[in-house]
């Protein structure tokens, strides 16, 4: 899989009335990615749509535990769940994941440091000496 460049559009985390319901509003979905094994999950749902028996033998994980892995992704919202036949076929919803990528964008952007490491375009040289 090539990986492919992001356009991420920063947000302003400078209004102090927002900075507090922005962190309630990111926690849990921040929180749902931070487990090893789930972000394992996203990353191969992340290559296309499994199944839980597909994503069982990729990981080697029981198929209790890649289901208790996979709830609370569901619950953020982070994948899409289609029925097919008597399995659930689980994929991505970038949408859910662009908002706290925006934010953690944002949030090294906002050093000098970090506006150069996350905001200079692949293959342009750093303006840092």
Do not use: W
Not at 101 to 124: K, Q
């Amino acid at each position: 899989m090539v990986p492919r460049e992001l356009d991420i559009a920063l947000l302003d985390v400078t209004e102090p009335p927002s900075i507090a319901d922005r962190a309630r509003l990111f926690a849990p979905c921040l929180k749902a990615l931070g487990d090893e094994n789930r972000l394992t999950l996203v990353l191969l749902l992340a290559e296309r749509p499994r199944t839980v028996r597909e994503l069982t033998e990729a990981t080697g994980m029981s198929q209790t535990l890649v289901s208790h892995h996979l709830a609370p992704l569901r619950q953020q919202g982070v994948l899409t769940v289609t029925p097919r036949g008597r399995s659930n076929v689980y994929a991505l919803c970038c949408e859910a994941l662009a908002a706290p990528v925006r934010l953690l964008a944002t949030l090294a952007a906002l050093t000098p440091e970090g506006a150069d490491a996350c905001c200079t375009p692949a293959g342009e040289p750093s303006h840092r000496p």
